[in-house]
């Protein structure tokens, strides 16, 4: 029984450190992708990335950690379809919070940043930021691809 809990615990922590490299690796992939798209000076990275750093991890917060709250909530109901009428209106307000906290969290980048550089830049860096999901989506399913072909080839 020792062995069997220390195998898991051991395998816990191996995925955990591995998502929190791969969570590294694409942050400092996006920042390379942002900072290109901006051509920021030097004066105004400075400035740039403190804000949006604590906005990062803001919607993070959001969309992350709450949506796997809730994602847990409806597991432990047993699915949606064993969720109560009330329970189901509690989750569903807690998606809509979350998409009210990802606005506000944008609004007050926003607010921040025309301080920091223009609003042509601040429309640039939205853009970049779907550019770059949109980049990571499609190279996430470039690589599934090749590892199924290898796996079909052996």
Known sequence: MKRIIIITLFLLTTVQVTA????EKIKAMKTAFI???LDLSSKEAQQFWPIYNEYDKRIYQAKTVKTREIARRVR???GVQQLSDSEANEILQGFMDIEFE?????QDLKN????VVSAK????LFRAETDFNKKLLRDF????QKNLQKRIRN
């Open 20 to 23: 929190q490299a791969n969570r």
């Open 35 to 37: 900072t290109n798209a």
């Open 76 to 78: 432990a109901a047993g």
């Open 102 to 106: 990802v606005a506000r969290a944008k």
């Open 112 to 115: 921040k940043l025309m301080n």
């Open 121 to 124: 830049k601040i429309i640039l």
């Open 141 to 144: 399913r470039e690589q599934r």
